[in-house]
């Protein structure tokens, strides 16, 4: 139970801070948009990320050095462009916004293409659930629990986030709240991408 309960703890206090993949879970959850698949794919991704790290394949970095770098530079590239968009949306004013919150919104596969991005071509990612976790579930004998601990963390907080949104739905009915965090989620992608270049 020590081992569950301290990689539920690990597993949280590593994804709870805002990041590019929060964002748009939190977004989409506003949206009501494809909310559980979203919420799934990012808690089902973390848990393998997981497993990998406790059965000790973080060791990947050291075997293919370049796979690093390359995510590294495609990851900034990415939230470059997706923080682009999302300054375009926030200068769009109301109208644009307006009728996405009413339901105009990209599909599945978009959805889902665009958390993918978000999800693996983020080293960050790596570090927290490949790394860290692993490194600390070093220190367990009970490696299996400290990652089912991380792993139920990860899906507690994904899906309280998705579905947690829509208690916000109020503050955003108005379109000068999806302007604040259109611009809000461009700031944390660009913040990001600048992070990942600048190491």
């Known amino acids: 139970m020590h ?9 949280l206090s590593l994804i709870v801070a805002i990041g590019a993949q929060n964002a748009f879970v939190l977004k989409q959850g506003l949206l009501r948009q494809h909310v559980f698949a979203v919420c799934l794919f990012c808690a089902a991704s973390d ?30 590239a990415f939230l470059i462009w997706y923080g682009a968009r999302a300054f375009l949306a ?27 991005m978000l999800t693996w071509a983020n080293p960050h990612v790596y ?11 070093a ?12 792993i139920t963390g990860s899906f507690a907080f994904f899906f309280a986030l998705g579905y947690g949104a829509r208690l916000l739905a109020p503050v955003f009915a108005r379109p000068r709240s999806w302007q604040v965090l259109e611009f809000a989620i461009g700031c944390i992608m660009w913040a990001i991408a600048a992070k990942l270049l600048l190491g």
Do not use: C, H
Request: charged share 10%; glycine share 16%.
């Open 3 to 11: 081992a569950y309960l301290t990689g539920f703890a690990t597993g």
């Open 47 to 76: 848990a393998a990320l997981i497993a990998l790290g406790v059965s000790g394949m973080g060791k990947i970095a050291e075997l293919a050095p370049w796979a690093m770098v390359a995510m590294k530079y495609g990851g900034a």
């Open 90 to 116: 926030a200068s769009r004013g109301g109208e644009a916004l307006q009728a996405r919150a009413n339901g105009a919104g990209a599909g599945l596969v978009a959805t889902l293409a665009t958390i993918a």
């Open 127 to 137: 570090l927290d659930t490949v790394f860290l976790l692993g490194a600390v579930s």
């Open 139 to 150: 220190k367990f004998t009970q490696k299996t629990a400290f990652a089912a601990g991380a």
